[in-house]
Protein backbone atom coordinates (compact mmCIF):
# COMPACT_ATOMS: atom_id res chain seq x y z
CA UNK A 1 0.00 0.00 0.00
CA UNK A 2 2.99 2.45 1.05
CA UNK A 3 4.36 1.64 -2.30
CA UNK A 4 1.24 2.48 -4.28
CA UNK A 5 1.15 5.65 -2.41
CA UNK A 6 4.91 6.54 -3.10
CA UNK A 7 4.43 5.72 -6.96
CA UNK A 8 1.36 8.05 -6.96
CA UNK A 9 3.20 10.69 -5.56
CA UNK A 10 5.87 10.67 -7.55
CA UNK A 11 3.71 10.55 -10.84
CA UNK A 12 1.63 13.54 -9.18
CA UNK A 13 5.10 15.45 -8.70
CA UNK A 14 6.27 14.78 -11.89
CA UNK A 15 3.23 15.68 -14.11
CA UNK A 16 3.94 19.29 -11.82
CA UNK A 17 7.11 19.73 -13.36
CA UNK A 18 5.89 18.98 -16.84
CA UNK A 19 3.11 21.51 -15.94
CA UNK A 20 5.65 24.14 -14.87
CA UNK A 21 8.15 23.88 -17.67
CA UNK A 22 5.47 24.00 -20.17
CA UNK A 23 4.47 27.26 -19.07
CA UNK A 24 8.06 28.07 -18.61
CA UNK A 25 9.03 27.44 -21.76
CA UNK A 26 5.88 28.86 -23.59
CA UNK A 27 6.36 32.77 -21.58
CA UNK A 28 9.91 32.23 -23.08
CA UNK A 29 8.57 31.82 -26.36
CA UNK A 30 6.37 34.75 -26.15
CA UNK A 31 9.75 36.86 -25.00
CA UNK A 32 11.61 35.66 -27.92
CA UNK A 33 8.97 36.93 -30.32
CA UNK A 34 10.14 39.91 -32.13
CA UNK A 35 9.23 43.19 -31.56
CA UNK A 36 7.93 45.11 -33.94
CA UNK A 37 7.22 48.92 -33.83
CA UNK A 38 4.43 50.60 -36.20
CA UNK A 39 4.49 53.82 -36.30
CA UNK A 40 1.98 56.09 -38.34
CA UNK A 41 2.28 60.00 -39.05
CA UNK A 42 -0.99 61.47 -39.11
CA UNK A 43 -2.44 64.79 -40.25
CA UNK A 44 -3.60 67.56 -37.70
CA UNK A 45 -6.98 67.93 -39.69
CA UNK A 46 -10.33 65.84 -40.26
CA UNK A 47 -10.20 63.67 -42.51
CA UNK A 48 -11.60 64.84 -46.10
CA UNK A 49 -14.09 62.42 -48.39
CA UNK A 50 -12.43 60.04 -50.79
CA UNK A 51 -15.25 61.51 -53.28
CA UNK A 52 -13.76 65.04 -53.25
CA UNK A 53 -10.37 63.67 -53.47
CA UNK A 54 -11.29 62.08 -56.87
CA UNK A 55 -12.49 65.29 -58.14
CA UNK A 56 -9.34 67.21 -57.18
CA UNK A 57 -6.46 64.25 -58.75
CA UNK A 58 -8.94 64.63 -61.86
CA UNK A 59 -8.26 68.34 -61.94
CA UNK A 60 -4.90 68.55 -61.71
CA UNK A 61 -4.66 66.80 -64.86
CA UNK A 62 -6.80 68.85 -66.93
CA UNK A 63 -9.71 71.12 -65.47
CA UNK A 64 -12.20 69.63 -67.50
CA UNK A 65 -12.22 66.61 -66.12
CA UNK A 66 -13.09 67.94 -62.75
CA UNK A 67 -16.60 68.48 -64.73
CA UNK A 68 -16.87 65.69 -66.67
CA UNK A 69 -17.01 63.85 -63.52
CA UNK A 70 -19.69 65.59 -61.84
CA UNK A 71 -21.81 64.81 -64.58
CA UNK A 72 -20.69 61.25 -64.57
CA UNK A 73 -21.59 61.06 -61.10
CA UNK A 74 -24.83 62.69 -60.97
CA UNK A 75 -25.85 60.69 -63.75
CA UNK A 76 -25.45 57.58 -62.10
CA UNK A 77 -26.64 58.68 -58.64
CA UNK A 78 -29.84 57.13 -58.93
CA UNK A 79 -28.53 53.58 -59.88
CA UNK A 80 -26.54 53.32 -56.21
CA UNK A 81 -27.44 50.12 -54.51
CA UNK A 82 -29.44 50.21 -51.35
CA UNK A 83 -26.13 49.81 -49.24
CA UNK A 84 -22.20 50.24 -50.43
CA UNK A 85 -19.37 49.21 -47.98
CA UNK A 86 -16.53 51.56 -47.98
CA UNK A 87 -14.36 48.90 -49.98
CA UNK A 88 -17.30 49.04 -52.72
CA UNK A 89 -17.57 53.05 -52.90
CA UNK A 90 -13.81 53.15 -53.41
CA UNK A 91 -14.23 50.72 -56.58
CA UNK A 92 -17.09 52.63 -57.48
CA UNK A 93 -15.39 56.32 -57.30
CA UNK A 94 -12.19 54.80 -59.18
CA UNK A 95 -14.50 53.44 -61.76
CA UNK A 96 -16.12 56.91 -62.24
CA UNK A 97 -12.50 58.47 -62.40
CA UNK A 98 -11.53 55.46 -65.29
CA UNK A 99 -14.46 56.42 -67.41
CA UNK A 100 -13.30 60.15 -67.87
CA UNK A 101 -9.43 59.20 -67.97
CA UNK A 102 -7.79 57.71 -71.02
CA UNK A 103 -4.92 54.93 -70.65
CA UNK A 104 -1.97 55.02 -68.75
CA UNK A 105 -3.45 57.60 -66.47
CA UNK A 106 -6.55 55.01 -65.65
CA UNK A 107 -4.31 52.40 -64.20
CA UNK A 108 -2.79 54.85 -61.77
CA UNK A 109 -5.57 56.71 -60.83
CA UNK A 110 -6.58 54.33 -57.72
CA UNK A 111 -3.28 54.37 -56.72
CA UNK A 112 -2.99 58.19 -56.99
CA UNK A 113 -6.31 57.67 -54.82
CA UNK A 114 -5.36 55.87 -51.74
CA UNK A 115 -2.16 58.18 -51.68
CA UNK A 116 -4.96 60.83 -50.30
CA UNK A 117 -2.61 63.31 -52.16
CA UNK A 118 -5.21 65.76 -52.55
CA UNK A 119 -6.80 65.93 -48.85
CA UNK A 120 -4.46 68.93 -48.32
CA UNK A 121 -6.43 70.53 -51.17
CA UNK A 122 -9.69 70.43 -49.58
CA UNK A 123 -8.67 71.81 -46.36
CA UNK A 124 -7.95 74.87 -48.50
CA UNK A 125 -11.31 74.68 -49.15
CA UNK A 126 -12.38 74.69 -45.64
CA UNK A 127 -10.20 77.75 -45.08
CA UNK A 128 -12.09 79.66 -47.84
CA UNK A 129 -15.86 78.61 -46.31
CA UNK A 130 -14.89 79.76 -42.98
CA UNK A 131 -13.43 82.46 -44.76
CA UNK A 132 -16.77 82.93 -46.44
CA UNK A 133 -19.61 82.64 -43.95
CA UNK A 134 -17.86 85.35 -41.65
CA UNK A 135 -15.27 87.39 -43.62
CA UNK A 136 -17.64 90.32 -43.64
CA UNK A 137 -16.83 93.22 -41.10
CA UNK A 138 -18.65 93.57 -37.93
CA UNK A 139 -18.56 97.12 -37.84
CA UNK A 140 -20.76 97.14 -41.39
CA UNK A 141 -24.24 98.39 -40.50
CA UNK A 142 -25.23 97.62 -44.09
CA UNK A 143 -27.53 94.20 -44.03
CA UNK A 144 -27.71 93.17 -47.55
CA UNK A 145 -30.67 91.38 -49.39
CA UNK A 146 -33.10 91.99 -47.26
CA UNK A 147 -35.62 91.72 -49.54
CA UNK A 148 -34.29 88.93 -51.88
CA UNK A 149 -34.49 86.87 -48.94
CA UNK A 150 -30.92 86.13 -48.48
CA UNK A 151 -28.42 85.97 -45.33
CA UNK A 152 -26.80 88.79 -44.84
CA UNK A 153 -23.17 87.81 -43.85
CA UNK A 154 -23.83 90.22 -40.83
CA UNK A 155 -26.15 88.03 -39.59
CA UNK A 156 -24.26 84.79 -39.51
CA UNK A 157 -20.63 86.16 -38.74
CA UNK A 158 -21.20 85.32 -34.71
CA UNK A 159 -22.50 81.61 -35.75
CA UNK A 160 -20.19 81.29 -37.93
CA UNK A 161 -16.34 82.78 -36.81
CA UNK A 162 -13.75 80.66 -37.14
CA UNK A 163 -11.29 79.81 -34.74
CA UNK A 164 -7.92 80.27 -36.60
CA UNK A 165 -6.11 77.97 -34.19
CA UNK A 166 -7.43 75.20 -35.35
CA UNK A 167 -6.54 74.34 -38.87
CA UNK A 168 -8.80 71.98 -41.03
CA UNK A 169 -11.91 71.61 -38.90
CA UNK A 170 -15.31 71.08 -40.84
CA UNK A 171 -16.89 74.74 -40.84
CA UNK A 172 -20.49 74.52 -39.34
CA UNK A 173 -23.68 76.94 -40.86
CA UNK A 174 -26.31 77.97 -39.77
CA UNK A 175 -29.10 75.96 -39.14
CA UNK A 176 -27.30 73.34 -40.29
CA UNK A 177 -27.17 73.93 -43.73
CA UNK A 178 -25.03 71.82 -46.70
CA UNK A 179 -24.75 74.25 -49.64
CA UNK A 180 -24.65 77.71 -49.57
CA UNK A 181 -23.73 80.24 -52.72
CA UNK A 182 -21.94 83.38 -51.88
CA UNK A 183 -21.60 86.21 -54.51
CA UNK A 184 -19.57 88.67 -52.68
CA UNK A 185 -22.41 90.89 -51.20
CA UNK A 186 -24.87 87.97 -49.82
CA UNK A 187 -24.91 84.37 -49.16
CA UNK A 188 -28.10 82.14 -50.27
CA UNK A 189 -28.33 79.01 -48.23
CA UNK A 190 -32.02 78.49 -50.24
CA UNK A 191 -32.37 77.57 -54.39
CA UNK A 192 -35.64 80.23 -54.16
CA UNK A 193 -32.89 82.81 -52.88
CA UNK A 194 -30.44 82.30 -55.68
CA UNK A 195 -33.45 82.37 -58.09
CA UNK A 196 -34.87 85.46 -56.60
CA UNK A 197 -31.42 87.09 -57.51
CA UNK A 198 -30.87 85.63 -60.56
CA UNK A 199 -34.00 87.25 -61.87
CA UNK A 200 -33.14 90.69 -60.57
CA UNK A 201 -31.24 92.23 -63.19
CA UNK A 202 -30.06 95.26 -60.87
CA UNK A 203 -28.50 93.03 -57.96
CA UNK A 204 -26.92 91.22 -60.81
CA UNK A 205 -25.39 94.57 -61.94
CA UNK A 206 -23.60 94.63 -58.28
CA UNK A 207 -20.55 96.39 -57.82
CA UNK A 208 -17.18 94.80 -58.85
CA UNK A 209 -15.29 95.46 -56.05
CA UNK A 210 -17.42 93.28 -53.55
CA UNK A 211 -17.00 90.22 -56.15
CA UNK A 212 -14.76 87.40 -54.18
CA UNK A 213 -11.41 86.41 -54.87
CA UNK A 214 -10.70 83.70 -57.18
CA UNK A 215 -7.51 81.72 -57.24
CA UNK A 216 -5.71 79.36 -59.93
CA UNK A 217 -7.20 76.31 -58.41
CA UNK A 218 -10.78 77.14 -58.23
CA UNK A 219 -12.95 74.70 -60.22
CA UNK A 220 -14.71 77.73 -62.95
CA UNK A 221 -17.43 76.35 -65.32
CA UNK A 222 -16.38 75.94 -68.61
CA UNK A 223 -19.06 77.86 -70.08
CA UNK A 224 -18.82 80.92 -67.84
CA UNK A 225 -18.31 84.18 -69.06
CA UNK A 226 -15.78 86.59 -67.82
CA UNK A 227 -16.54 89.69 -66.60
CA UNK A 228 -20.04 88.38 -64.69
CA UNK A 229 -21.02 88.33 -61.45
CA UNK A 230 -18.94 85.55 -59.83
CA UNK A 231 -21.23 83.25 -57.73
CA UNK A 232 -19.43 80.36 -55.34
CA UNK A 233 -20.89 77.25 -55.17
CA UNK A 234 -19.57 75.87 -51.45
CA UNK A 235 -21.00 72.15 -50.94
CA UNK A 236 -20.23 68.17 -51.18
CA UNK A 237 -20.95 66.51 -54.46
CA UNK A 238 -23.43 63.47 -53.16
CA UNK A 239 -25.36 66.16 -51.07
CA UNK A 240 -29.48 66.89 -52.50
CA UNK A 241 -28.34 70.55 -52.01
CA UNK A 242 -25.74 70.58 -54.53
CA UNK A 243 -27.25 68.98 -57.50
CA UNK A 244 -30.10 71.51 -56.46
CA UNK A 245 -27.79 74.55 -57.05
CA UNK A 246 -25.70 73.11 -59.12
CA UNK A 247 -28.47 72.56 -61.94
CA UNK A 248 -29.29 76.08 -61.55
CA UNK A 249 -26.18 77.60 -61.68
CA UNK A 250 -24.95 75.69 -64.72
CA UNK A 251 -28.16 77.09 -66.41
CA UNK A 252 -27.27 80.18 -65.44
CA UNK A 253 -23.66 80.49 -66.48
CA UNK A 254 -25.01 78.86 -69.91
CA UNK A 255 -26.89 82.20 -70.74
CA UNK A 256 -23.86 84.37 -69.45
CA UNK A 257 -25.39 85.48 -66.27
CA UNK A 258 -23.11 84.83 -63.97
CA UNK A 259 -19.47 83.05 -63.44
CA UNK A 260 -20.19 79.59 -61.97
CA UNK A 261 -17.63 78.20 -59.72
CA UNK A 262 -17.61 75.51 -57.08
CA UNK A 263 -15.09 74.73 -53.97
CA UNK A 264 -16.35 71.19 -52.95
CA UNK A 265 -16.76 71.39 -48.47
CA UNK A 266 -18.90 68.96 -46.75
CA UNK A 267 -19.51 71.41 -43.43
CA UNK A 268 -19.79 69.77 -40.01
CA UNK A 269 -23.05 67.64 -39.50
CA UNK A 270 -23.47 66.80 -43.01
CA UNK A 271 -22.14 63.36 -43.25
CA UNK A 272 -25.40 61.95 -43.17
CA UNK A 273 -26.51 63.67 -45.94
CA UNK A 274 -24.16 62.89 -48.04
CA UNK A 275 -25.10 60.18 -49.92
CA UNK A 276 -23.72 56.38 -49.67
CA UNK A 277 -20.15 57.00 -50.40
CA UNK A 278 -20.28 61.02 -50.29
CA UNK A 279 -18.53 60.97 -46.79
CA UNK A 280 -16.28 57.75 -47.52
CA UNK A 281 -12.81 58.97 -45.68
CA UNK A 282 -14.61 61.90 -43.84
CA UNK A 283 -14.88 59.99 -40.72
CA UNK A 284 -11.63 58.79 -40.63
CA UNK A 285 -8.29 60.57 -39.41
CA UNK A 286 -5.71 60.82 -42.03
CA UNK A 287 -2.58 59.26 -42.10
CA UNK A 288 0.20 60.78 -44.20
CA UNK A 289 1.69 58.80 -46.66
CA UNK A 290 5.24 58.75 -48.04
CA UNK A 291 6.46 59.11 -44.19
CA UNK A 292 8.44 56.77 -42.41
CA UNK A 293 10.23 55.59 -38.86
CA UNK A 294 13.45 54.10 -38.77
CA UNK A 295 14.77 52.91 -35.43
CA UNK A 296 18.10 52.04 -35.73
CA UNK A 297 19.94 50.29 -32.59
CA UNK A 298 23.43 50.54 -31.81
CA UNK A 299 25.53 48.43 -29.54
CA UNK A 300 28.18 49.92 -27.69
CA UNK A 301 30.95 48.01 -26.19
CA UNK A 302 33.77 49.91 -24.10
CA UNK A 303 37.09 48.21 -23.47
CA UNK A 304 38.91 48.95 -19.62
CA UNK A 305 42.30 49.51 -20.71
CA UNK A 306 44.89 50.66 -18.06
CA UNK A 307 46.44 54.57 -18.67
CA UNK A 308 48.74 54.70 -15.54
CA UNK A 309 51.32 54.33 -18.10
CA UNK A 310 50.31 57.52 -19.83
CA UNK A 311 50.86 58.97 -16.46
CA UNK A 312 54.56 58.24 -16.47
CA UNK A 313 55.16 59.40 -20.20
CA UNK A 314 54.87 56.16 -21.85
CA UNK A 315 52.90 55.76 -24.98
CA UNK A 316 50.98 53.18 -25.34
CA UNK A 317 51.01 53.18 -29.50
CA UNK A 318 52.81 50.66 -31.61
CA UNK A 319 56.14 52.90 -32.20
CA UNK A 320 56.38 50.54 -35.43
CA UNK A 321 53.08 52.06 -36.85
CA UNK A 322 54.86 55.53 -37.45
CA UNK A 323 57.50 54.16 -39.14
CA UNK A 324 56.52 53.56 -43.00
CA UNK A 325 59.14 51.70 -43.81
CA UNK A 326 58.14 48.47 -41.90
CA UNK A 327 56.00 45.91 -43.35
CA UNK A 328 52.36 46.19 -42.60
CA UNK A 329 50.61 42.96 -44.09
CA UNK A 330 52.84 42.70 -46.70
CA UNK A 331 52.71 46.72 -47.49
CA UNK A 332 55.67 49.10 -47.54
CA UNK A 333 54.27 52.12 -47.16
CA UNK A 334 57.44 53.90 -47.83
CA UNK A 335 57.89 52.68 -50.97
CA UNK A 336 54.32 53.26 -52.19
CA UNK A 337 54.49 57.09 -51.69
CA UNK A 338 58.04 56.92 -53.01
CA UNK A 339 56.52 55.42 -56.56
CA UNK A 340 53.44 57.91 -56.25
Not at 157 to 169: F, M, P, R, T, W
Not at 249 to 261: F, N, P, Q, S, W
Not at 304 to 322: C, F, I, Q, W, Y
Request: net charge negative.
Amino acid sequence: MSTCLRSCFLLAWVLLLCVIFCNFASISAQNRRPKNVQVAVRANWEGTPLLLEAGELLSKEWKDLYWEFIEVWLNTEKDQADSYTAKDCLKRIIKHGHSVLREPLASLFGFSLTLRSASPRLVLYRQLAEESLSSFPLSDDIILNNAGGGISKNEINDEAKSDHLLVGINPKTPGGKCCWVDTGDALFFDVADLLFWLRSPTRLAGDSFQQPELFDFDHVHVTSHTGCPVAILYGALGTDCFREFHVILVDAAKEGRIKYVVRPVLPAGCEAKAGLCGAIGARDSLSLGGYGVELALKNMEYKAMDDSAVKKGVTLEDPRTEDLSQEVRGFIFSKILVCS
